[in-house]
């Protein structure tokens, strides 16, 4: 079945620890994001892709970076987290032979405490 | 710069009533706008597009370029219309296309039976 998936759902860790996010997607979708979302605050788009081997930065500055190897994944990695990173972390996918502009398809959301 | 400003965190309508969701932009170019929507233990997911005119679940939503603003309505309000609903804007990206998007904070919309 065609879907996006996160992994982590849940994540705590400790400072100083190298953690990596996990996005899937088997839409048949080119572009990817990951946005940043805290409690009551808007979604920040902090990493987007065109397609393989295309990475950009998003509105936000983030110290977390993303890879595109494969069309289908877009992992996010922390390579030391920090208190501050303690967040909501949505990816997202679009495109595809069925594309609707500003049609962005979500996962659950990982959600990472850092203590 | 784009920005979003959705004005209500929280908004709070009886079944039956009339329900706005207001949503206010600041953008320099020619926008596009939308309403996404995420129900309780359900993903975000796009509701309604500016440039569709549709209604979907009864929600309209009219841009208004001279007020800057993209209110979603509907005349009356379901109990399975509660949810969190944000407002998005996309500015023209030539080498993109339309999905780099721009989110207000949202507003948590409670149906009261």
């Known amino acids: 079945e065609a879907d996006i998936y996160q992994t982590p759902r849940y994540l705590v860790i400790g400072t100083g620890k190298k953690i990596t996010l996990e996005c899937s997607q088997t839409?048949?979708?080119?572009?990817m994001y990951w946005y940043q979302q805290d409690p009551g605050m808007e979604l920040h788009l902090i990493h987007y892709s065109y397609g393989v081997n295309s990475t950009e930065k998003g509105d936000l500055s983030s110290e977390s970076t993303v890879s595109r190897i494969r069309t289908e994944h877009f992992p996010l990695t922390l390579e030391s987290a920090r208190p501050s990173h303690t967040s909501q972390y949505l990816c997202?996918?679009?495109?595809?032979?069925?594309?609707?502009?500003?049609?962005?398809?979500f996962g659950e959301g990982s959600r990472l405490t850092v203590l | 710069a784009q920005r979003v400003t959705q004005p209500e965190k929280l908004l709070s309508v009886f079944k039956g009533a009339p329900v706005e969701l207001k949503c206010n932009y600041s953008y320099s170019g020619s926008p596009e706008l939308f309403w996404y929507v995420q129900y309780s233990r359900q993903r975000l997911q796009l509701l309604l597009r500016h440039i569709s005119r549709e209604s979907i679940k009864g929600f309209t939503a009219d841009l208004n370029k001279g007020e800057t603003s993209f209110h979603l309505k509907k005349p009356f309000a379901q109990e399975e219309d509660s949810a969190m609903y944000y407002c998005a804007l996309s500015g023209r990206i030539s080498n993109f296309g339309n999905e780099k998007l721009t989110f207000g904070t949202g507003t948590r919309l409670t149906i009261i039976p």
């Open positions: 997202a996918s679009s495109g595809g032979l069925l594309y609707n502009a500003g049609e962005l398809f």
């Open positions: 839409m048949g979708h080119d572009k």
